[in-house]
């Protein structure tokens, strides 16, 4: 019984989480973005690997998926953990592997978009789209349609797509304000999917806090250390409490399966419980989330229907 659950908090681990609902997790097939090994990602599906019936892998680099693979396999060698070439800097490439998911004599019951570019503070992809708002909301808005049948996200269409506006003398603040663009664009999503979807379907957004992960090692290295966010040798700074990589996927186990969540799809989460307090207004505006919507589907040049 629900009643049951413990209440969550910043310290429990993806772990704890899985344990606690592994009713909620036995039986499903499960995909998630972006899970190579040291990741938020690859916790999260490992977390999940113990009790769900199928684990789908997701990357763009066979090396690293095969690494992952095999550690998920060595710790839980009865669950069947399948990877998927999933390279999200190309919209093709999206359309074959939800091709590829779509042929699965398996149903999928639970989509987890983890995935996010960290390997260059900017740059275009072969679409001529800016690579952390294609990696981060338009590869994977595309991919979730395809399987399903400071002022937030830009909302001007060369400004959401390519980042060419306002530019500013130093990348790494750039940087910083084109992420926080992309997550403010997951919180609007989410709440759009979710009114669209109504019974049909459940959709969350989340902020698993500060952890580090592979992607410290990357592209957002030389501008995390700019804001002393970690020192020269990747190690935690002083501007944030840290999470340990297990306490960092824990939210998303809960955002996937938490059944006292179920009344409240479009929600934002963090630390293991819904915060819709700590949601900034432009990510909370209805109109924009509309905006948002309309203004990503020309971009993919088709409609998503819910």
Not at 19 to 33: C, H, I
Not at 139 to 152: Q, R, S
């Amino acid at each position: 019984m629900t009643t049951q659950l413990p209440t969550f908090t910043a310290a429990s681990t993806a772990d704890e989480v899985a344990e606690a609902l592994a009713s909620e997790l036995r039986g499903k097939n499960v995909l998630v973005t972006g899970t190579s090994v040291g990741g938020i990602g690859f916790e999260t599906a490992r977390a999940i690997a113990k009790y769900a019936a199928l684990v789908v892998i997701t990357g763009y680099n066979t090396e690293r998926l095969r690494l992952s693979k095999e550690a998920i396999e060595k710790e839980f060698p009865a669950t069947q953990v399948r990877t998927l070439q999933l390279d999200l800097s190309s919209l093709g490439a999206v359309r074959k592997a939800a091709a590829e998911v779509n042929a699965y004599a398996e149903p999928l019951h639970v989509l987890i978009n983890n995935a996010a570019a960290t390997e260059t503070v900017h740059g275009l992809t072969s679409d001529n789209l800016e690579i952390q708002m294609a990696a981060g909301h338009i590869a994977p808005f595309l991919f979730t349609k395809l399987h399903a049948a400071g002022e937030g996200v830009p909302l001007d269409k060369e400004e959401f797509a390519r980042g060419q506006g306002g530019p500013d003398p130093d990348p790494a603040v750039r940087m910083f304000a084109r992420y926080g663009a992309v997550k403010s664009a997951n919180v609007l999503t989410a709440r759009e999917m979710a009114r669209r979807g109504g019974r049909n379907v459940k959709a969350y957004s989340l902020h698993p806090g500060a952890i580090v992960t592979n992607a410290f090692s990357k592209g957002f290295k030389a501008a995390l250390e700019q804001f002393g966010i970690i020192d020269s040798e990747g190690k935690p700074g002083n501007v944030f409490s840290f999470k340990s990589l297990p306490q960092g996927a824990a939210t998303t186990v809960v955002a996937a399966f938490d059944p006292r969540i179920a009344d409240h799809s479009g929600a934002y989460l963090e630390d293991g419980v819904l915060a819709e307090q700590n949601v900034a207004a432009h990510s909370a505006d209805m109109q924009r989330a509309g905006k948002l919507w309309a203004l990503t589907e020309d971009v993919i040049g088709e409609k998503f229907e819910l």
